[in-house]
């Protein structure tokens, strides 16, 4: 028995949000390596750019802001300039914004509530049709949402608006799940802990202190979620839908 083909995206194109930097950095080298054609968005367009070169012909690089409805439509209207089917779409692109109980203001939860949340609603949607063309019952379009720990269990730190939005990110990601099971796609997200990234830099200062706090007692490296999102990308992946699954060394679940 063969198993490579399980793990292969050989002829999949997917669209990889906040693909510049990150944990959508690290999908989409995982996924240009397991043979997919990946176009990746960020607000930064030099920096989707760097990314994309390094990648390769394999990688196509779009700025977006999708922090505005009418940047989302634009993405869709560029996804559509590049396929007319989408195997998988990585909705990945989010924020932060950290300030204490008495003085978070309401402009701060304004701008991570419609970037993690309504963002990733509004895109999603406007992709269906690209989504519904690439869908089969053998082979599933794929949805993945990246969520966060922080939407599992009670933060460390005061980002209110972050861990609100990544438990609305889980829970809309079932809902969109059953809505278009009969569509034959599905629709999972993953709830990532530590790993590096701009948005947890501040935290690498004191690591050790950290990863204390982490039962395996290290942070994310790029196979520990690559490997989960080619999973769910690939054959391997196509009985899966409406799961949240944490990548946090036991962070979540096991303090």
Excluded at 29 to 41: D, H, K, T
Excluded at 112 to 139: G, I, S
């Amino acid at each position: 028995m063969d198993t490579t083909a399980w793990f292969s995206l050989e002829g999949k194109r997917a669209l990889v949000t906040g693909g510049s930097r990150g944990i959508g950095e690290m999908i989409a080298r995982a996924y240009v390596a397991a043979g997919a054609e990946v176009l990746i968005a960020s607000r930064d367009a030099d920096a989707c750019r760097v990314v994309a070169e390094d990648l390769g012909a394999a990688c196509t690089a779009v700025a977006a802001d999708l922090s505005r409805p009418e940047g989302v439509d634009a993405l869709a209207g560029a996804v559509a300039d590049w396929t007319d089917r989408l195997d998988v779409l990585v909705n990945n692109a989010g924020a932060t914004w950290g300030a204490s109980l008495g003085e978070y203001p309401a402009a701060g939860f304004d701008k991570v509530m419609n970037l993690n949340v309504r963002a990733v609603f509004l895109l999603t949607q406007a992709l269906l049709p690209q989504l519904r063309a690439a869908a089969t019952a053998q082979d599933p379009a794929r949805v993945l949402m990246i969520g966060s720990v922080d939407g599992l269990t009670v933060p460390v730190f005061d980002s209110f608006a972050y861990s609100a939005s990544k438990a609305a990110v889980h829970h809309l990601s079932t809902h969109l799940a059953a809505a278009l099971a009969p569509d034959h796609v599905t629709v999972n997200a993953l709830a990532p802990g530590l790993f590096p990234s701009k948005m947890t830099a501040f935290l690498f200062e004191d690591q050790a202190a950290v990863t204390a706090r982490i039962p395996l007692g290290r942070p994310g490296r790029l196979e520990d979620v690559g490997g989960m999102a080619i999973a769910l990308a690939a054959r391997a992946g196509s009985y899966v839908t409406g799961t949240v699954l944490p990548i946090d060394g036991g962070y979540a679940t096991l303090r």
